[in-house]
């Protein structure tokens, strides 16, 4: 069983950056186990993946939308997931959702993942 707390949303201005953070708590196996993915969802919008990364590949995976803006990472010591996001534009406006699966087998599909948090507001705007 997978617990997943985000922070660190808030207010930006264009051009600026912050960096997201999800706590989890684990219980049976260690986090290094989880492949992890980041989503969001505006509002209207459906729920869209961000960020992915496949523990057993040590791969990660990004959307052309973010390619280069944002970069996932995790600390394994802290049970912390982190989704750093810099140049951040009003369209990156949504609630932002991190995710945890031990069944990867394709970035961004929302059905593989099993475990998510309750969420957190990123509002990007002037």
């Known amino acids: 069983q997978v617990q997943l707390v985000e922070s660190g949303g808030g207010l930006v201005q264009p051009g600026g950056s912050l960096r997201l953070s999800c706590a989890a708590s684990?219980?049976?196996?260690?986090?290094?186990?989880?492949?992890i993915g980041w989503f969001r969802q505006a509002p209207g919008k459906e729920r869209e993946g961000v960020s992915c990364?496949?523990?057993?590949?040590?791969?990660?995976y990004y959307p052309d939308s973010v390619k280069g803006r944002f970069t996932i990472s995790t600390d394994n010591a802290k049970n912390t997931v982190y989704l750093q996001m810099n140049n951040l534009k009003p369209e990156d406006t949504a609630v932002y959702y991190c995710a945890a699966t031990l069944a990867f087998y394709s970035p961004f599909v929302e059905d593989e993942f099993d475990y998510w948090g309750q969420g957190t507001q990123v509002t990007v705007s002037s």
């Open positions: 684990v219980s049976g196996l260690s986090l290094d186990t989880y492949s």
């Open positions: 990364m496949d523990i057993s590949k040590g791969r990660t």
